[in-house]
C-alpha cells in the first residue's frame, strides 16, 4: 500500500521567561566540549582539549583497516558503535527540532563538527569485496580488548587482565595493548540491529548537514546509510546491547540467531531518518522507507510503553517520529489496534515516567525524594531520566496547549535542572558546570581526565598518589547520578541499593545524549543564557604535583672520592599524556683543583626491579670551566604515565650511577646536587629539579648551569649550536620554553608566528652563552608555528606545534 507522505514540522514551544533558571547555554557549551574529550584517533590540532593527543591509532590493523577514530565508550578506553550511534543520532535529532537553539548559542558549527567525526569513522567501519552485494560487506562494530584470550599472546601469564585493568590515559595504552581485537558484522554474523543503529546515525547526520549547507558530506553520509540499512534489513539477527555477547572468552566471534523487538526498533528508526534525509534532499522522493517503518512499528506494536530512549533502544522514539508524519493518526492496514495508537502507546510511556507509575511504564523503578525519575536500572540513574526527558520534550512541543503538554514539559525540565543542580544536595552532576549556590562533583570515572599517572593508587584514600578531585576539568561530561534515595558516592557515604561507584561515577558519551538535546531545546525557548567567552580557560599548572618530566634523586653512598646516586626518571606526563622512548638525564657537577673523574659507571639492581632500567652513561663532559655533566641515557626503555595494579610501575624508571675521582669529592658546589639527602627508608628522593631531563636529545625540562653555553655533543646539540636556537617541549600547549645560545650580552626580540603571519612579541636581556627563555602562548590556537630570535642582525628560528 503507498501513500503520498509529508513530513509534519509545526512546533509550538514555551517562550514564558520563568522558564529560565541556569545557563543552559553555558551547559550546552560544554556538553559539546565533553564529545572532544571523547575522541579516539588524530586528534592533533584539532581539539580544545588541551590535555588529549592522539591515541589508538593502531585500531583496525589487525584486519588490515584503518579504524582509528570515534569516539571512546565511557571513561575507558572500549569504542562500542552501539554507544555511538545513540549519542551521535541525539544530537542530529536535537539539531533538526532546536536548530535555533544551537545557532543562538554559536555550538552549531562544534555539532556538525562531531557528526562529521562520526561519519568519517563510521565511512572506516565498513568495508566490502562488491558494493552492490550486501553477502560481501564487513562492517565493523567494536574495538576494543575487554574479554582476553585464553592464553594472551600479548599477555601469556594474564598478568594485565583486560583493558578495565588497566588505569592510564588513552594516549598511552597502545603500549600494553598495542592491536586491539576488531569485531565486525558480516552475512555470517550479522548484528543488524547495530548495523542498523549506525545507518540511522549517518542518515540523521546526512539531514542535519545538508541542513546546514554541507552537501557533499550528506551525500556521502546517505550513500552509506542505505548500502548499511539494506545490509541490515536483508540479514536479521537479534540485537546485543553488550557488545560481549558476539564474541567468546577467546576474542573469536559467534554466531547469533532470532530477531527481536529491539532490532525491530533500530530497523524502523533507521527507515525513519532514511527517509527524512531523502526527502530533504529531494522534495519528490517516495514513501518506501516510511512503508518499511510502518512495518517495523507494527511488529514491536505492544513492546513501546515499557520502552526507554536509550542505546539500541528506539521504539519510543521512532513512534514520535511516526506522528510527526501522521499528525492525524495511526494508518490502517498494517495491523495496528487503533486508529490512535502512535499517541496511545507514547502518552502512556510518558505518563508512566512523569508521574513515576511502573504500572503505565515498568521501566519505573521509583522516584527519589528529590524528584529524579529512576527507570531501568539504578546503574547512570541520570542519564535515563535524561534521555526519556528529551523524548518528552520532542513530543511535548508538538501538542496543543493543556494538562499533557505541561506534564511532559515539567518532566523534562525536572530531570534536567536535577542534573544541573535543583536536587537535595544543591549538586551539580555535571562537570565544570557549578552554578551559584551549587557544589560540583570534581572527580569523574575517567582514566584521561583525572590526569593519573600511577593508576588506582589515586584512588585508594592515604597512598601518596591519591587525588580526591581530578586533575583536568571534563567539561560538560554528565555523571552517572545519585541513587533513589539522592546519594551519590562517595561524597554522600555508600550507595544504598548496592550499585557500585562505578555506576555513580563514570560518565558515558550515551549518557550526554538526551541531556544535549534537552539543552538545545531549553537554550532556545529559556532567555538570558549565554556561552562563556574565551572557553574553555588554559589550564593553570602549579607545584611539584604538575612537573611532567623530572628526577627524583638521593645519594646512595658517598664518601671522599666518589659518589653514587639513586635517580628515577619520571614521565608523568598530563598536557596530553604519552610515552617517551630514548630518554635521558644529565648530572653536572665540579671538579675541583687537579682531580679527574677516574670512572662514571651504572651499578646494576640487585635483585632487578620492575623499574629497574637498562642504561649506560657517557665519561664526563667538559660543560664550561671545572664544571662538567654526564649523561645517563636509556635507550630502550618506554615509559609513560601508567601503573598496572599492584606492581608494575611505568611512570618511572630507576638508575644508579656512580661518578669517581682522582681526588677530593666535594658535592657542595655541585649543580645537580642541590638538595639531596642520603636515601633512607619512607624518605622519598627530592625532585632534582638541576638534573636536565631530555628525550632523543631534545631538553623536555630542568635548568642548566647557567655557566654552561651549548656544548655541541649530539647530532641534535650540533643543530641547535648551528641555529642558536632550541625550542621545548614539541609540541607545547600554553608554555614555551628556548634555549638560545647569544654570541655576546644585549637585548633580543622574540617572536611566535603563526601560519598566516599573527605574531605574539616580547623582549628579553639576554648574556652570552646559553639562554632559557620562555614564552607565553595562551590562547593561541591548535597549529604550526615559526618561533624567532632577533639580536642585532642575527636571526635564528624554529618550528614549533602548539596543541
Not at 141 to 150: E, G, M, R
Not at 503 to 523: H, K
Amino acid at each position: 500500500m503507498k501513500r503520498n507522505i509529508l513530513i509534519f514540522t509545526a512546533t509550538v514551544l514555551s517562550t514564558s521567561p520563568a522558564l529560565a533558571q541556569y545557563n543552559y547555554a553555558e551547559a550546552l557549551q560544554k556538553s559539546l566540549f565533553f564529545e572532544e574529550a571523547q575522541r579516539a584517533g588524530a586528534v592533533g590540532g584539532r581539539t580544545r582539549v588541551q590535555w588529549r593527543g592522539d591515541s589508538h591509532l593502531r585500531d583496525g590493523q589487525d584486519m588490515a583497516w584503518d579504524l582509528a577514530g570515534g569516539w571512546y565508550d565511557a571513561g575507558d578506553h572500549v569504542k562500542w558503535n552501539n554507544s555511538m550511534s545513540f549519542y551521535a543520532t541525539s544530537l542530529a535529532w536535537s539539531a533538526k527540532e532546536y536548530k535555533a537553539g544551537y545557532m543562538s548559542s554559536g555550538q552549531m558549527p562544534y555539532l556538525l563538527n562531531a557528526l562529521r567525526w562520526i561519519g568519517s569513522y563510521y565511512t572506516k567501519c565498513f568495508n566490502y569485496t562488491d558494493l552492490n552485494n550486501p553477502s560481501t560487506y564487513k562492517i565493523a562494530l567494536d574495538v576494543s580488548y575487554t574479554n582476553p584470550p585464553d592464553p594472551n599472546p600479548l599477555d601469556p601469564s594474564n598478568e594485565y587482565g583486560d583493558e578495565h585493568s588497566y588505569a592510564a590515559a588513552h594516549e598511552v595504552m597502545d603500549q600494553l595493548f598495542p592491536v586491539r581485537p576488531t569485531y565486525y558484522a558480516d552475512a555470517e554474523t550479522p548484528q543488524s540491529g547495530t548495523v542498523a543503529g549506525m545507518a540511522a546515525t549517518l542518515a540523521a547526520a546526512s539531514y542535519v548537514l545538508r541542513d546546514n549547507g554541507d552537501a557533499t558530506r550528506a551525500d556521502a553520509y546517505l550513500t552509506l546509510a542505505e548500502k548499511l540499512y539494506s545490509f541490515a534489513k536483508t540479514y536479521r539477527t537479534t540485537y546485543q546491547a553488550n557488545p560481549n555477547s558476539y564474541k567468546n572468552n577467546r576474542n573469536q566471534r559467534v554466531t547469533i540467531t532470532g530477531y527481536g523487538a529491539e532490532e525491530k526498533g533500530s530497523l524502523c528508526w533507521a527507515a525513519l531518518w532514511l527517509h527524512q534525509a531523502e526527502k530533504l534532499k529531494d522534495g519528490s522522493f517516495g514513501d518506501a522507507y516510511v512503508q518499511d517503518a510502518l512495518t517495523y512499528g507494527a511488529e514491536f506494536r505492544f513492546d513501546v510503553h515499557n520502552s526507554l530512549y536509550s542505546i539500541g533502544s528506539y521504539k519510543l522514539a521512532s513512534y514520535v517520529l511516526l506522528t510527526q508524519l501522521f499528525p492525524a493518526g495511526t494508518p490502517n492496514g498494517y495491523g495496528y489496534p487503533t486508529t490512535n495508537w502512535f499517541r496511545q502507546l507514547i502518552e502512556q510511556n510518558l505518563t508512566g515516567a512523569a508521574d513515576g507509575n511502573a504500572a503505565l511504564n515498568s521501566n519505573v523503578v521509583g522516584v527519589s525524594p528529590g524528584g529524579l525519575v529512576v527507570l531501568g536500572d539504578e546503574w547512570g540513574t541520570l542519564r535515563h531520566a535524561n534521555g526519556q526527558g528529551f523524548v518528552a520534550f520532542v513530543y511535548a512541543d508538538r501538542l496543543p496547549a493543556g494538562a499533557l503538554k505541561d506534564k511532559y514539559t515539567a518532566f523534562a525540565k525536572r530531570q534536567l535542572d536535577y542534573a544541573l543542580g535543583t536536587n537535595p544536595r544543591n549538586r551539580s552532576y555535571v562537570l565544570g558546570f557549578q552554578p551559584n549556590g551549587k557544589t560540583v562533583v570534581q572527580k569523574p570515572l575517567h582514566a584521561t581526565a583525572n590526569g593519573i599517572w600511577a593508576g588506582f593508587e589515586h584512588d585508594i584514600a592515604g597512598r601518596p598518589e591519591y587525588q580526591p578531585v581530578g586533575r583536568h576539568t571534563l567539561y560538560g561530561g554528565m555523571v552517572g547520578g545519585p541513587d533513589r534515595y539522592d546519594n551519590y558516592y562517595p561524597l554522600d557515604g555508600n550507595a544504598r541499593t548496592g550499585v557500585n561507584e562505578s555506576g555513580q561515577t563514570e560518565v558515558a558519551i550515551d549518557y550526554n545524549g538526551g541531556f544535549t538535546g534537552s539543552l538545545a531545546r531549553m537554550t532556545q525557548v529559556a532567555p538570558g543564557g549565554s556561552v562563556l567567552a574565551g572557553f574553555p580557560a588554559p589550564e593553570v599548572r602549579t607545584g611539584p604535583r604538575d612537573q611532567e618530566y623530572f628526577v627524583e634523586a638521593a645519594v646512595r653512598a658517598s664518601g671522599s672520592s666518589f659518589l653514587e646516586v639513586k635517580a628515577r626518571l619520571n614521565n608523568r606526563s598530563r598536557w596530553p599524556a604519552r610515552t617517551c622512548t630514548n630518554m635521558s638525564f644529565r648530572y653536572y657537577f665540579t671538579v675541583e683543583g687537579s682531580a679527574a673523574v677516574s670512572a662514571a659507571i651504572v651499578v646494576p639492581s640487585s635483585p632487578a626491579l620492575e623499574t629497574s632500567a637498562q642504561a649506560t652513561i657517557s665519561q664526563p663532559t667538559l660543560c664550561n670551566g671545572s664544571t662538567y655533566y654526564v649523561t645517563v641515557s636509556l635507550p630502550n626503555e618506554a615509559i609513560f604515565p601508567g601503573y598496572v595494579y599492584p606492581k608494575a610501575r611505568r611512570y618511572y624508571k630507576e638508575v644508579t650511577f656512580r661518578l669517581t675521582s682522582s681526588g677530593t669529592w666535594d658535592n657542595t658546589n655541585d649543580w645537580s646536587y642541590a638538595g639531596f639527602a642520603p636515601l633512607a627508608n619512607n624518605v622519598p628522593p627530592i625532585i632534582a629539579t638541576n638534573i636536565p631531563v631530555y628525550e632523543n636529545g631534545t631538553l623536555l625540562a630542568g635548568n642548566l648551569p647557567t655557566s654552561c653555553s651549548v656544548v655541541t655533543t649530539t647530532a641534535t646539540e650540533l643543530a641547535v649550536a648551528a641555529t642558536g636556537l632550541q625550542v621545548y617541549p614539541n609540541p607545547a600547549h600554553d608554555q614555551v620554553k628556548l634555549v638560545y645560545a647569544a654570541p655576546e650580552a644585549g637585548s633580543v626580540a622574540i617572536q611566535l608566528v603563526d601560519a598566516i603571519g599573527r605574531t605574539r612579541s616580547l623582549s628579553r636581556t639576554v648574556r652570552a652563552g646559553a639562554n632559557e627563555l620562555a614564552l607565553d602562548a595562551t590562547g593561541m590556537a591548535p597549529g604550526l608555528y615559526t618561533v624567532l630570535v632577533r639580536q642585532g642582525q642575527r636571526v635564528v628560528y624554529s618550528k614549533l606545534s602548539l596543541q
